[in-house]
């Protein structure tokens, strides 16, 4: 039986007493939508080291040397000529009658329960415009984060690293903006959900919290949510985009498993029990944003029946989203947070039902079966 954590806790650590409060989940409002700079602080010292040695930690010069090869260009290794015909393939890669939407509309009275194919139609084209820019919105996150960690982290070896990872993510928000504005000719805002965890990540002055909410949370959640995506779509260009974004974020994870698995073996209970309840807060925030309460909202359809109903739905019906933890919950694992102490991330992670995750492949090593951009650079060499 799992130990139960008290509102007061829960309130401590999500502002909110019960973790599917509709109310609290749909009175954080995206405030500053039409605004086009926002400042968060970062509450950092920059760390100068006097240690030069390259190679004292060989897991990370492996991965800066890999990171050194494998870069890529978003204007000339993507095909842009290619027309993307948004009805035709939107609805195809993404039919929401699969999702969790899918099983609101078996439910009588739920609010889409009468809809017919155009409505279906008009929910996979704005759930995709609303994921992309997401993702794009989300990259930036990992552009300034990142940015941080060069700022903040203790060793060469990770600044070096670190500083390789922020030519990704420049490449990634740049290809990401690209393809909404050519190909979608459309966007959403940041979701508020994203945006608060974002923050929390940002204004933590411990420089390994940049890493578990950035590399290990946010970038293990896009890792496998791209990879949906990647399987799903038959859109030529989007299909080579994401084979070669998910090529970098594999290494971004390792980087963050790698790190952190050294650093936390030096924690005391105390401190590890912070990073348990960091994670936790970071997997709520993530699930409620794929609640995607500005699809509804432009939809017109009413967001508090259509949100409750999604909330509902039966964890064994919900595969999809649990899917997008299928990274996370090993990751954590191997860095010994689900089951410190009392276990109680463990607890949590059975809660929220993603804990059958935990023995799936971790992204330590993934990153060399997942480089995409060297198969494809060995192939072409091979043909000539
Ligand atoms: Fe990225
Ligand atoms: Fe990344």
Request: glycine share 6%; with cysteine.
């Amino acid at each position: 039986m799992s130990e139960t954590r008290t509102p007061a806790e829960t309130a401590a650590l999500l502002g909110r007493t019960d973790v599917n409060d509709l109310e609290e989940i749909l009175a954080i409002t995206n405030t500053d939508a039409e605004e086009t700079i926002r400042a968060v602080k970062d509450n950092a010292d920059a760390i100068f080291t006097w240690d030069y040695e390259k190679g004292a930690r060989p897991a990370l010069n492996k991965l800066y040397e890999k990171a050194k090869t494998a870069q890529w260009n978003g204007e000339t290794d993507l095909d842009w000529s290619i027309e993307v015909d948004p009805e035709k393939w939107f609805v195809g890669a993404a039919d929401p009658r699969f999702g969790p939407e899918g099983s609101l509309a078996r439910r009588k009275n739920s609010p889409v329960a009468k809809w017919g194919d155009k409505e279906w139609a008009t929910l996979a084209h704005e759930s995709l415009t609303w994921r992309m820019s997401q993702f794009m919105h989300g990259e930036q996150g990992a552009l300034i984060c990142t940015a941080k960690i060069v700022e903040t982290v203790p060793w060469i070896d990770a600044k070096y690293y670190a500083a390789t990872q922020v030519m990704d993510e420049a490449r990634h928000v740049e290809v990401f903006a690209k393809y909404l504005d050519e190909k979608v000719q459309d966007h959403y805002p940041i979701n508020t959900h994203l945006q608060l965890l974002l923050d929390d990540i940002i204004n933590d002055s411990r420089w390994d919290m940049t890493y578990l909410g950035m590399q290990i949370m946010v970038e293990g959640l896009a890792l496998a949510a791209f990879g949906f995506m990647h399987q799903l779509t038959e859109e030529p260009l989007l299909k080579q985009l994401l084979r070669y974004v998910m090529a970098d974020e594999a290494r971004h994870v390792a980087f963050g498993v790698l790190s952190l698995k050294e650093f936390y073996e030096g924690l005391d209970a105390a401190e590890i029990r912070e990073r348990q309840e960091f994670a936790f807060e970071a997997a709520v925030r993530m699930r409620d944003r794929f609640l995607q309460q500005e699809v509804w909202e432009r939809m017109g359809v009413p967001v508090k029946p259509l949100v409750a109903g999604l909330l509902d739905i039966p964890q064994e019906e919900n595969i999809f989203q649990q899917m997008l933890f299928s990274k996370i919950v090993p990751n954590c694992k191997k860095l010994g947070l689900l089951d410190a102490g009392d276990a109680w991330l463990r607890h949590r992670f059975e809660e929220i039902g993603i804990i059958q995750f935990e023995d799936w492949v971790d992204t330590g090593e993934e990153y060399e079966t997942l480089d995409a951009v060297t198969q494809d650079r060995e192939q072409t060499a091979a043909g000539q």
